[in-house]
């Protein structure tokens, strides 16, 4: 017989705790900065019109953090907004948000780092390292996590920023529309 309060959580204490953690994890912009050896230009490895991109090593994993530098989110609660769609998201071909930071005037993401880069990097390497099958993988996959995003999402959210810049590929070459 269960003598358990039925207002009392069915999770233990720091089981409920930790469970209102999953999903992004706030970061604050010292750890960031560390972890970035201060934002330096040989963990730079990639920008765009939204900001930089730079490898980290956080908790012991390696991270990318992109440091928003585009007006278009100005203040916290727009951020928050945007998180919040982003952490309800999951599919196995969208980039995972792993945290944030929000701290003043700065605004960084942290993501999944990818170590094969861009699709755009493979296709103008002078390797050719993606055969036929994996690329028509990648062109299905990508077409998967944007069917995702523009179907299956409440409310819908349209990408329009596609190209092979934003396509992340995997260890396995798998892609991750970002």
Do not use: Q
Not at 119 to 130: A, F, P, T
Not at 143 to 159: D, F, Q, S, T, V
């Amino acid at each position: 017989m269960d003598t358990r309060d039925p207002n009392e959580s069915a999770l233990s204490p720091s089981a409920s705790e930790n469970y209102d953690r999953i999903g992004p994890k706030p970061y604050s912009y010292g750890e960031l900065a560390k972890a970035t050896g201060l934002f330096s230009h040989n963990n730079l490895i990639g920008r765009g019109g939204f900001g930089h991109v730079f490898k980290a090593s956080l908790d012991g994993e390696t991270r990318a953090i992109k440091r928003l530098d585009y007006p278009g989110i100005e203040s916290e609660g727009d951020l928050e907004r945007e998180i919040m769609v982003v952490k309800s998201i999951s599919h196995k071909n969208l980039v995972e948000l792993v945290g944030y930071c929000i701290d003043g005037a700065n605004r960084l993401l942290i993501l999944k780092y990818f170590p094969n880069g861009s699709l755009r990097s493979k296709l103008d390497g002078k390797e050719n390292v993606l055969d036929w099958k994996k690329r028509m993988n990648i062109a299905i996959g990508s077409a998967r996590g944007l069917e995702y995003l523009h179907e299956h999402c409440e409310p819908k959210i349209i990408h329009l920023d596609i190209k092979p810049d934003n396509i992340l590929l995997d260890e396995h070459f798998e892609p991750k529309v970002k």
